[in-house]
């Protein structure tokens, strides 16, 4: 099955030159990107890859990377971080109709990840509730590349915490 996918980086100032590393990131396997570098000191691979399941195309994907530009420091593997308009989009409602679902269920919708003037929630969060819900076409790709990227989105971000933090924390948000 095909996965599509982006990963973004953040690269370090000892390697910021985008023609060497489109270069290496080539020679590593990463031929079935498309690789933006418009951005000074980011760079961001658009994936189309090939793998038994999405969990296979993302972790081939970092590891090439990693052989690659191995200062490259992950910022985002998406799609995870998503507004109403982009759920809506995914599933082929307007986002009136999206709106409306999480007022009208407000209680079982999937809570954001930041609430603020623009609301931001786990993708999978969200297709795993319509799932449930049903009556939506959801492609299983979808479905299963936005639960991988979230784990690696969320496993990037639990590596910066203390252990004893963590538990502490982890006992008091479940």
Partial sequence: MEYTFTLKYQLSPQDCNPDEIVERLGAEGCDDALIGIGQPGRIALDFARDAQTAKDALLSALADIRRAVPSAKLIEASPDFVGLTDVAEIV???????????????????????????????????????????????????????????????????????????????????
Wanted: net charge positive; glycine share 4%.
């Fill in 92 to 174: 082929g409602v307007s986002r009136q109709n999206m709106r409306k679902l999480m007022v009208t269920h407000a209680t079982s919708f999937p809570a954001p990840v930041h609430e603020g003037s623009s609301a931001v929630w786990h993708l999978a969060d969200v297709l795993s509730w319509l799932q449930a819900k049903g009556g939506y076409l959801l492609t299983p790709a979808i479905v299963e590349i936005a639960a991988t990227t979230m784990q690696i989105n969320l496993a990037k971000e639990a590596r910066q915490m203390a252990p004893k933090v963590q538990r502490e924390i982890r006992a008091l948000v479940a």
